[in-house]
């Protein structure tokens, strides 16, 4: 599954690339929609799927002229015949950057809740809890298309590296 999930980001990847020029449309109101792999998960979980959803609803131009979002995430992954289900919610710090240029940085925290089922062990005991969790991460977009961008962000919260595709709304 993890392969044909690679595969599909590949292609999409290649024949985004090949597209015409575009230039990064980050601003106040930008939206976007995306799909995720994840590596690097808790013990030996080696790869989730998710989702992204953002909204930059806010310029900040006492803190260097930035904009601020908020984003949501949800991830699924499974290790040990136990299943994790991280949601979680951040405020995204976008730096500015020269409008031309196709690249998105930003900097997150918030916080996560993941759900655990051991519904595969007796009682319920296979010593994983639900709760809460910190989220921190540093990543980017950069542009194929206006609408479609590369996804990528490091840090601590449901997966350690996180890849992807968005694809913007508005």
């Given amino acids: 599954m993890h392969k044909k999930l690679f595969g599909l980001v590949g292609i999409a990847a290649f024949s985004a690339v090949t597209a015409s020029q575009s230039i990064a449309q980050v601003s106040k109101g930008y939206s976007d929609v995306g799909f995720v792999v994840g590596l690097g998960n808790i013990g030996g979980a080696n790869a989730s799927v998710g989702g992204r959803y953002e909204n930059v609803f806010k310029n900040l131009p006492d803190l260097g002229n ?3 979002g908020f984003m949501v995430s949800a991830d699924i992954y499974s290790f040990e015949r136990v299943r994790f289900i991280p949601v979680g919610a951040t405020m995204n710090y976008h730096f500015r950057i020269d409008p031309s240029n196709k690249v998105d940085l930003f900097l997150g925290a918030g916080l996560g809740f993941r759900s655990v089922n051991c519904s595969t062990y007796a ?3 296979c010593g994983y ?3 809460l969790y ?3 991460r540093a ?3 950069y542009f194929l ?3 479609l961008a590369l996804y990528g962000d490091l840090g601590a919260g449901a997966s350690t590296v996180n890849i992807g595709l968005t694809f913007k709304l508005k």
Avoid: Q
Wanted: glycine share 28%; charged share 15%; net charge positive.
């Fill in 66 to 68: 930035g904009m601020l």
């Fill in 123 to 125: 009682n319920n005991d």
């Fill in 129 to 131: 809890t639900s709760g």
């Fill in 139 to 141: 990543g980017g977009r």
């Fill in 145 to 147: 298309k206006p609408n």
């Fill in 134 to 136: 910190v989220i921190g």
